[in-house]
């Protein structure tokens, strides 16, 4: 059976590139799920914009995705912050928010 996708709008304290973006969202996540939890979370960042990004993962691992986020307090020794904004179904209804 397919997975129902879910796609969470969040904003970072400090411009950033997509890669370092990737790399702190996937090792909290990792930190927080475990392997096995990230990779049945389905995790990913789809969309990057200097400060905004968007990420995917499956609708029951939401909840436990966004607490890895909020656990997120440091970026290199410097404080550091993810603001969720928006949770959506589609994409489609996020990307003119990311601009």
């Known amino acids: ?3 129902k996708k879910r796609y969470l ?4 304290s400090e411009e950033i590139a997509l890669e370092r973006a990737r790399s702190i969202v996937y090792r909290k996540v990792i930190d ?6 990230f990779s049945q979370a389905f995790v990913r960042v789809v969309e ?7 990420l995917c993962c499956t609708n029951e691992y939401l909840d436990r995705v966004i607490g890895a986020l909020a656990l997120v307090q ?5 404080p550091f912050h993810l603001r969720l904004g928006k949770i959506s179904g589609s994409i ?7 601009k």
């Not at 440091?74 to 410097?78: A, M, P, R, V």
């Not at 489609?92 to 990311?98: A, E, I, Q, W």
């Open 32 to 37: 927080v799920l475990g392997e096995s939890g």
């Open 48 to 54: 990057w914009n200097k400060n905004k990004g968007i």
């Open 92 to 98: 489609s209804k996020l990307k003119p928010l990311l």
């Open 9 to 12: 709008l969040y904003e970072v």
């Open 74 to 78: 440091s970026n290199e020794g410097k």
């Open 1 to 3: 059976m397919k997975e």
